[in-house]
């Protein structure tokens, strides 16, 4: 199998012919997964390192790529029957539907812990929800929005507006704290473990700040920051400069 990624499509040439895949395919260690079109079928499918297998397929219809992770031998996807958009768990073979849900947006994961937003029917706000490989939790319920989140084992980063301005959010599975509670803007989450980095500004500065597990410190000022990374302990970044 040959992949060619041209623009928005990748061709994919496969025993010979082509067909077409959308270029947001995921990767994790020898597995890879996408979706091909082929007149009006879609097929979802799944390279083990070994041989290429057909996991779902749609008539009339298309698979999110972006709703789309690979996480210990498990595919995890969305695919919408008839009306009703499900969640599904592909392992071993056999697909299974874990829930149905309203849409599913920056689908996270990590081991057999997931992390999504999806929007609320009532408020028409996001939320946020939590799978740990058995049993989907909604980790909040309110009428503000929802944004970034961020997944790290059992743990969860994420900003929400408190209706003047977005703070941080810091939940281990049973509970969530307030990592910020301010007048300014705080927004773009990196989390590794309970360590969470996030942007902050105030229209004139942006700043840097970054939460150990115990205490929060101001790292940068007034500088742009781009692409922050916490790695054990380290926090990694890139400032531009004029």
């Not at 503000?144 to 003047?164: F, I, N, R, Y």
Request: with cysteine; charged share 20%.
């Amino acid at each position: 199998m040959l992949f060619r990624s041209v623009y928005e499509t990748t061709t994919v040439f496969e025993n010979g012919n082509r067909i077409y895949a959308w270029v947001d395919y995921t990767i994790s260690g020898n597995m890879a997964v996408w979706s091909t079109q082929n007149g009006v079928r879609s097929s979802l499918l799944c390279f083990d390192g070994t041989s290429t297998k057909t996991i779902d397929t749609l008539t009339y219809q298309s698979f999110g790529g972006s709703s789309v992770e690979v996480s210990e031998g498990s595919v995890f996807y969305t695919k919408r029957v008839g009306r009703e958009l499900g969640f599904y768990r592909h392992k071993a073979g056999m697909s299974s539907k874990i829930s149905s849900i309203e849409n599913l947006q920056n689908l996270q994961a990590d081991g057999s812990n997931l992390a999504w937003q999806s929007s609320d029917s009532v408020s028409g706000t996001d939320e946020i929800y939590r799978y740990d490989g058995s049993t989907v939790r909604r980790v909040t319920n309110n009428a503000v929005e929802e944004k970034d989140v961020q997944l790290s084992g059992k743990w969860l980063a994420w900003a929400a507006s408190d209706g003047g301005d977005y703070e941080i959010y810091l939940d281990n599975g049973v509970g969530t704290a307030a990592l910020t509670n301010n007048n300014v803007e705080d927004y773009s989450p990196v989390i590794s473990g309970n360590r969470v980095a996030w942007l902050q500004s105030n229209m004139e500065q942006e700043n840097l700040f970054f939460y150990d597990g115990i205490t929060t410190q101001q790292v940068t000022s007034n500088q742009e920051i781009v692409n922050p990374l916490i790695t054990g302990k380290n926090l990694v970044y890139q400032r531009r400069e004029e």
